[in-house]
C-alpha cells in the first residue's frame, strides 16, 4: 500500500516538474519515514550507492568526452568524413553519422556528442539544401551510437548493478554500435534519392590525406581504451582515467587546450556527471524501497508465469524499455529494473550479456522520444529549434534502432560473438 | 523493525546479509535461524534478505547501528570499522579450524571484545561461524611463503586483510571484487585469495592455474544484532541465542561439506591444479611472528586470547 | 524600472556568484583527485614498489561528495533533468505556477535531506572508514552543504520566478551542456 503511495508521488512529483532525482528523493525518504526506519536511513543509502568503485568510470568517461570536445577531435572528424565522403550525394548525412561513429569510441554518452556535433553539422547540412528536420534528425540518431559503442556510461551502470564483466559488455556492444551506423546510413541513403536540391562538396586525394593525418592520433584514444582493458593493463575505470590523460596530453599537443581551461574543462565534467549521479543515487533509493518491499520477487514470479521462454522473455523486456525510456531517465530505469531482471534472466538462461546490451540499446531510443528526451532536449536548446520537429526528424530513424533489438532477441550470438572470440 | 498485531505483540526482525541464496552463509546459516525461530514459537519471526539487497557490507553495519536492520551477518573485519581490535579476530592463522570460530564466541575467551564491542556501538554478538577458510588462487603453486615473492595477489581494500598480506609475506594489490575477475584474466593480478565457494561462484577457476590449501584466515561471519536485542524478553533472548548455535552447528557440516565437494570438482577440472601439499606450518608460524611483533595493546590481547583458547 | 531591480540583485546575486565559484572550484577539485587517483591506481600496479591501498576508498568518497556538492549549482543553472510537461501549456501564468511549485518542493526535499545529513554527522561518529580510517562523520559534511545550497537556492528561485517569470531564475548560459529545454524569453 504504502509502495504504491510512493510511486503515485513520484508520478505527480514528476508531472510538476520537479527534476527526476528529486521526484525520486522526496517520496522514498516519505516512505522510509512513515514505515519507521531511522531518520539518516534514506541520506546513507543515496551516499552509499553513488560510492561504487564501477560508477567510478562515469566522471572519468564524461571527463575524457569533454576532454576530446575541448581539443577540438569533433571537428578533426568531421573534417575528415568530408574529405571522404563529399563527394557522394548525400555525403554530409554519411558524414554526419561518420564523425558520430568516430567520437563514440571517445564518448560514452549521447548527450555531449548531440551538443557538440549539433551546433557544427546542422548548419552546413541546412547550406548544402538538406532540411532542417532531417539535419537534426540525423545528428540526433547518430548521437545514440556514443552510449552503445565502448565506452557506454549505459554499459558501466548496466555491469555494476548486474556483476557482469564491463569488459565483457563493452567488446559484446561494437557490433551492435557498427550495426547502427549502417542501419542509419540505409536511412540516408532512402532519403537522398528523393532529394534534389542537396548539393555535394567535393573531393580529393590531397584533402583526405591531410584531414586523414589529423585524426591518427585521436583515433588512437580507443586503442588505449579498448586495447588496455583487453589487453590486460588496466581495468575499465582505469582506462577511463588513462584515455583522459591521452586526450589532455594531444589537446596540449595540438595547442586547443591551455592549463588554464582546466577548471572549466573539469566544472563542465562535474556538471554533468552530477546530474547523471544524482539520478543514480535518487533511483536507488527506490530500488531499497523495491527490495523492502519484495517487489523484485513478485515481479519475477508474475513474469514467470507469464513464459519461461529466452526470446519471449526479451521481447518483453524490449517493450519495457522502449516504453518506460520515453517517460524516466535511462539511468534511473537501468537502477530500478536491472536488480530485478537479472534473476530472472539467470533462470530461464538468458545470457546476461545480451541482456544488457539489449537493455542498453531499447533504452536509448527513449532518449530521442518526448516527454523526457534529454538529446531531444539538448538538440532543441543549443539550435533553437523545437522539440517537435527535432522529434519528427528522428522519427524515422528510430526504425532502424527498433530492427536492430529483433536482431538481438532473435540472434543472440551477433552480439556474443566478439566476447567469445576475445575468450572474455 | 517492530511491527505486527498490538494485541499479540508479535515482532517481526529482520535478517539481511550478502550471500546469494544458494550459498551456505544463507541456505545453512541464515534459514536456519528463521527456522528455528519460527519453530520456538516465541511470538518471533525472521524475514531474510539475501544478496545486499539492503546495502553492502559496511552499509548495513551502519543500519544495524540505526535499527534499520535487526539481525545481520558481518565478517570481522568489516566490524572492524565500529571497533578496531574486532578485526583481529580475520587474521590470519588465527584460529585453528573452522569450528575453532564458532568455540571461541561460545567460550569465556571472546568475552572482553564482545563486551568492549558492545559498550562502543551497542551492538550485540550472539554468535560466528566461519564460511570456510581462504585459499591461494593463482598462476603458480604457493607452497611456501617464498612462492609470494614476486607475486601480486589480490586482497580485499580492509585493514585486516592487509595486514594478512604483510604477515603471510604476500605484495597485496586491491582491486574491487566486482573486477577480480576481469584483473585475474588480464593478468592484471597474478592472484588472488578467497573461500571456496567465492572462487567457484565467481569462475576464478576458468581465470587461474591452481588453487593451493592455504587455509591461511578462517572466514568468519559474525552474527549481530543493534539494541533491539536488548529490549527482547530474556525468553526471546534464550530463543535467539539457540536458534544462532543451531545454525553454528549446521554450519561446520554444511561447509565442510560444500569444501569437500567444491575440491573433488576443482581435482576433476582440467586447468586448474589443486595444490594440496602447502607448508602450512611455515606459514602459520611466520603469520604468528609478525602479528606477535607488530599487534599491540588490546589488538595483542584478542589475538592471544584467540590462540590461547584452543591450545 | 528594469535598472532598478538589476542594481538591487547586484550584491545577493555577487554574493551567488562567489558561493557558486567556491561550490564548483571544491566539486571540480574532487573530479581532479578521482582523475590523478585512478590514475596512481591504474599505473603502480606496472611499477616496483608497493601500492597505495587508499586510492579507491578516496576516489569512491570524491564521487559522492561532488555529486551532492554540485545539485545546488544544477538548480540555479537549470541543469537537472525533469520532465518538461508543464512548460508547454499556453498560459504564462500557470507555466509560472508550476515552476514556483517544483522550485517549492525541490526546497523542501533538499531541507529533509539536509536535516538528514545533519543527524548523520554525529550518529556516524563511531565508524571509520575501512582503508583511510577517516571518522565517517565527515563524509557527510559536503553532502550537507550541497543539500542546504540546494534548499536556499531552490527557495530563492522560486520567489524570483514568482515576481519575474519563469527565465529570470535561470543562467542556462553558464552551463556548457543544456540539458532542458530553453522556455521563450
Ligand atoms: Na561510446
Ligand atoms: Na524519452
Not at chain 1, 150 to 166: E, H, K, N
Not at chain 1, 242 to 256: E, W
Not at chain 2, 58 to 87: C, F, K, N, Y
Not at chain 3, 111 to 119: D, E, H, K, M
Request: net charge negative; with cysteine.
Amino acid at each position: 500500500m504504502t509502495v504504491v503511495l510512493m510511486l503515485l508521488a513520484i508520478a505527480v512529483l514528476l508531472f510538476l516538474r520537479v527534476p527526476v532525482a528529486f521526484a525520486f528523493l522526496g517520496p522514498g525518504l516519505g516512505y522510509l519515514l512513515l514505515t519507521g526506519h531511522s531518520g539518516g536511513l534514506a541520506m546513507r543509502l543515496v551516499a552509499e550507492s553513488t560510492a561504487s568503485f564501477p560508477l567510478l568510470a562515469i566522471p572519468l568517461f564524461i571527463l575524457l568526452g569533454t576532454l576530446a570536445g575541448h581539443a577540438g577531435i569533433a571537428d578533426r572528424l568531421f573534417d575528415f568524413a568530408l574529405a571522404l565522403m563529399g563527394k557522394v550525394r548525400g555525403g554530409l548525412g554519411y558524414v554526419s553519422i561518420g564523425v558520430s561513429l568516430g567520437f563514440s569510441w571517445m564518448s560514452g554518452s549521447a548527450v555531449a556528442d548531440a551538443a557538440a556535433l549539433g551546433k557544427v553539422q546542422v548548419p552546413q547540412m541546412e547550406k548544402h539544401g538538406y532540411s532542417r528536420r532531417f539535419s537534426v534528425g540525423v545528428v540526433g540518431s547518430s548521437a545514440l551510437i556514443a552510449p552503445v559503442m565502448p565506452p557506454s556510461i549505459p554499459a558501466v551502470i548496466f555491469a555494476g548493478l548486474g556483476a557482469v564483466s564491463t569488459g565483457a559488455l563493452f567488446a559484446a556492444s561494437v557490433l551492435p554500435a557498427l550495426l547502427m551506423a549502417v542501419c542509419l546510413a540505409v536511412v540516408v541513403f532512402i532519403w537522398v534519392r528523393r532529394q534534389p536540391d542537396i548539393t555535394d562538396v567535393g573531393f580529393s586525394w590531397e584533402q583526405v590525406l591531410r584531414t586523414g593525418r589529423a585524426v591518427l592520433l585521436p583515433l588512437f584514444a580507443p586503442v588505449i581504451i579498448l586495447g588496455g582493458i583487453l589487453g590486460g593493463f588496466f581495468t575499465p575505470t582505469e582506462a577511463a582515467a588513462v584515455g583522459s590523460l591521452y586526450m589532455l596530453i594531444l589537446g596540449f599537443a595540438y595547442r586547443r587546450l591551455r592549463l588554464r581551461d582546466l577548471p572549466r574543462i573539469f566544472v563542465e565534467t562535474v556538471m554533468t556527471t552530477a546530474a547523471i549521479m544524482l539520478i543514480v543515487a535518487s533511483a536507488a533509493l527506490v530500488g531499497y524501497v523495491f527490495a523492502r518491499e519484495r517487489v523484485p520477487q513478485e515481479l519475477a514470479s508474475i513474469m514467470l508465469t507469464v513464459t519461461e521462454d529466452p526470446t519471449l522473455f526479451l521481447v518483453l523486456v524490449a517493450l519495457l524499455m522502449l516504453v518506460l525510456g520515453t517517460v524516466v531517465d535511462a539511468v534511473a530505469v537501468l537502477v530500478l529494473t536491472v536488480p530485478m531482471l537479472m534473476p530472472i534472466a539467470t533462470e530461464i538462461g538468458v545470457d546476461p550479456i545480451v541482456l544488457g546490451v539489449l537493455m542498453v540499446l531499447s533504452l536509448m531510443i527513449g532518449l530521442l522520444t518526448p516527454p523526457v528526451g534529454t538529446v531531444l532536449y539538448v538538440l532543441s536548446s543549443t539550435l533553437k529549434i523545437p522539440v517537435g520537429d527535432v522529434f519528427r526528424g528522428a522519427a524515422p530513424f528510430l526504425i532502424p534502432m527498433v530492427i536492430i533489438c529483433l536482431v538481438i532477441i532473435l540472434f543472440p550470438g551477433f552480439v556474443l560473438w566478439l566476447p567469445e572470440l576475445l575468450g572474455l | 523493525g517492530c511491527s505486527g498485531g498490538a494485541d499479540d505483540d508479535t515482532v517481526e526482525l529482520t535478517l539481511a546479509h550478502s550471500y546469494t541464496q544458494d550459498q551456505t552463509a544463507h541456505t545453512c546459516g541464515a534459514e536456519t535461524i528463521r527456522k528455528e525461530v519460527e519453530e520456538a514459537d516465541a511470538g518471533m519471526s525472521v524475514e531474510i534478505y539475501d544478496s545486499s539487497q539492503l546495502g553492502g557490507d559496511s552499509d548495513r553495519i551502519a543500519s544495524v547501528l540505526s535499527g534499520d536492520i535487526d539481525i545481520d551477518l558481518q565478517g570481522a573485519s568489516a566490524l572492524a570499522a565500529v571497533h578496531e581490535p574486532m578485526g583481529v579476530v580475520d587474521a590470519a592463522y588465527a584460529f585453528e579450524d573452522a569450528a575453532h570460530v564458532s568455540e571461541y564466541f561460545r567460550s569465556g575467551a571472546s568475552d572482553e571484545l564482545t563486551e568492549a564491542f558492545k559498550e562502543r556501538s551497542g551492538i550485540n554478538v550472539l554468535g560466528a561461524w566461519s564460511i570456510g577458510p581462504r585459499h591461494f588462487t593463482a598462476n603458480d603453486p604457493i607452497r611456501t611463503p617464498e612462492d609470494l615473492d614476486g607475486l601480486r595477489i589480490r586482497f580485499p581494500g580492509s585493514t585486516q586483510y592487509l595486514l594478512n598480506a604483510r604477515a603471510l609475506g604476500a605484495d597485496a594489490t586491491t582491486v574491487a571484487y566486482e573486477e577480480v575477475y576481469l584483473s585475474m584474466q588480464q593478468g592484471l593480478v597474478d592472484g588472488g585469495e578467497n573461500p571456496l565457494g567465492n572462487i567457484a561462484s565467481e569462475n576464478m577457476d576458468e581465470v587461474q592455474e591452481y588453487l593451493s590449501l592455504s587455509a591461511h584466515q578462517q572466514n568468519s561471519n559474525l552474527i549481530v544484532m543493534g539494541e533491539i536485542y536488548d529490549e527482547l524478553s530474556a525468553d526471546r533472548q534464550e530463543v535467539l541465542r539457540d536458534a544462532v548455535r543451531a545454525a553454528e552447528d549446521r554450519m561446520i557440516e554444511c561447509v565442510a561439506e560444500s569444501d569437500a565437494r567444491l575440491v573433488e570438482t576443482f581435482e576433476a577440472q582440467k586447468g586448474f591444479e589443486v595444490v594440496d601439499d602447502v607448508d602450512v606450518e611455515a606459514f602459520r608460524a611466520r603469520a604468528d611472528d609478525w602479528f606477535r611483533e607488530h599487534l599491540s595493546g588490546e589488538s595483542l590481547d584478542v589475538y592471544t586470547s584467540i590462540k590461547e583458547s584452543r591450545p | 524600472m528594469a535598472s532598478q531591480t538589476r542594481r538591487a540583485r547586484s550584491r545577493p546575486a555577487r554574493l551567488l556568484a562567489a558561493v557558486t565559484a567556491v561550490e564548483l572550484g571544491l566539486a571540480g577539485l574532487l573530479t581532479g583527485v578521482i582523475f590523478v587517483a585512478v590514475l596512481i591506481q591504474a599505473f603502480q600496479r606496472h611499477l616496483p614498489f608497493e601500492g597505495l591501498t587508499w586510492t579507491g576508498e578516496l576516489s569512491r568518497f570524491a564521487l559522492v561528495w561532488l555529486t551532492f556538492l554540485a545539485a545546488g549549482v544544477l538548480v540555479t543553472r537549470d541543469g537537472h533533468i525533469a520532465l518538461q510537461l508543464v512548460d508547454t501549456l499556453k498560459s504564462e501564468r500557470a507555466v509560472r505556477g508550476f515552476h514556483v511549485l517544483a522550485h517549492l518542493l525541490v526546497a523542501v526535499i533538499a531541507g529533509l535531506f539536509a536535516w538528514q545529513c545533519w543527524s548523520l554527522i554525529p550518529s556516524s561518529s563511531i565508524l571509520t572508514s575501512p582503508s583511510l580510517g577517516m571518522s565517517m562523520s565527515l563524509h557527510y559534511v559536503l553532502p550537507l552543504v550541497g543539500f542546504v545550497s540546494t534548499a536556499l537556492r531552490s527557495a530563492a528561485a522560486a520567489t524570483v520566478v514568482a515576481r519575474e517569470g519563469v527565465p529570470a531564475a535561470q543562467e542556462s548560459d553558464a552551463l556548457a551542456i543544456k540539458v532542458n529545454r530553453e522556455v521563450q524569453s
